[in-house]
């Protein structure tokens, strides 16, 4: 998926960017309670992510004699507001992804593909190959749904975006043993297109 030039703050010659994303998880994962196991597998998943976006950069490059760029999915990142407990990604994954045509935000200020709804974990590689864009995706939210920001246990969905503190103090935690878990993504998995249309 490739789309505009918007990332040269990250580096100067970057064109375009290329877009991979994959189905994030198996669908049974969603129907645990979140906590060790989610947990687990969603840092699972990004790893596999972070292998895609290193190995495709070095294929794009070999193949299309170009410079490519593979982009961290998540962390580490820079910014980072120690009072608000905020931090910003060094790109926004869903911002890019949104413009590559992959999916567009739902109200929980998730990216929502028509095929695999939120289910996604985005991944980027930027590039200095000029390359045609994609269409940009229908949002499929439902307009007078909101039960992603009604049944958030914080009320930290507001205003179309998240304040971190709440989420972050009541999505992550420890066991008593030190285990990293994830003790909440409601958000996600009560969307009515949690795994996109006709599913
Ligand atoms: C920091 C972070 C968090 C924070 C903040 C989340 C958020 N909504 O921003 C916390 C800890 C709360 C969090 C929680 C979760 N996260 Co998180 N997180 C990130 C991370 C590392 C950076 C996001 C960021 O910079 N946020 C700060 C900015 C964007 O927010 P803001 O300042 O309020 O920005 C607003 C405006 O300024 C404007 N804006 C900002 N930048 C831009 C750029 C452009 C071009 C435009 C037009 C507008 C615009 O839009 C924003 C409002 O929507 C990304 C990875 C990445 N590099 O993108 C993953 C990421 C967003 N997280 C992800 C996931 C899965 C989760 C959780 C579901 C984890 C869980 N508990 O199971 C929850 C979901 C909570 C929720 N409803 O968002 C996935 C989302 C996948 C998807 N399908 O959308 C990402 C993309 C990781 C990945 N690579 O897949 N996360
Ligand atoms: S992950 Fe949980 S706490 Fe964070 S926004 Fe979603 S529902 Fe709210």
Same mark, same amino acid.
């Given at each position: 998926m490739f789309q505009r030039n918007?990332?040269?703050?990250? @580096? /100067?010659?970057?064109?375009?960017?290329?877009?991979?994303?994959?189905?994030?998880?198996p669908k049974g994962l969603t129907k645990l309670k979140s906590s060790l196991i989610y947990g687990h597998f969603n840092n699972f998943s990004c790893s596999i992510l972070d292998k895609i976006t290193f190995d495709g950069a070095k294929i794009i490059e070999e193949k299309l004699n170009c410079f490519s760029l593979p982009m961290p999915f998540d962390n580490p990142y820079e910014? @980072? /507001?120690?009072?608000?407990?905020?931090?910003?990604?060094l790109i926004s994954m869903k911002h890019t992804a949104i413009v590559c045509g992959i999916g567009a935000l739902g109200k929980n200020t998730l990216l929502l593909n028509p095929k695999y709804g939120n289910e996604l974990t985005i991944g980027a590689i930027l590039?200095?190959?000029?390359?045609?864009?994609?269409?940009?995706c229908e949002n499929i939210c439902i307009k007078e749904c909101y039960k992603c920001i009604e049944n958030c246990p914080v009320r930290a969905i507001q205003d179309g975006k998240v304040v971190q503190k709440l989420c972050r103090n009541n999505a992550y935690g420890k066991t008593k043993r030190g285990f990293d878990?994830?003790?909440?993504?409601?958000?996600?998995t009560v969307f009515p297109m949690r795994y996109g249309i006709n599913k």
């Open positions: 918007f990332h040269q703050y990250i @580096w /100067d010659a970057c064109r375009y960017v290329i877009a991979s994303f994959r189905v994030n998880l910014y @980072w /507001d120690e009072y608000k407990l905020k931090g910003k990604g590039t200095d190959l000029d390359l045609k864009s994609d269409d940009l878990t994830v003790e909440c993504n409601i958000c996600r």
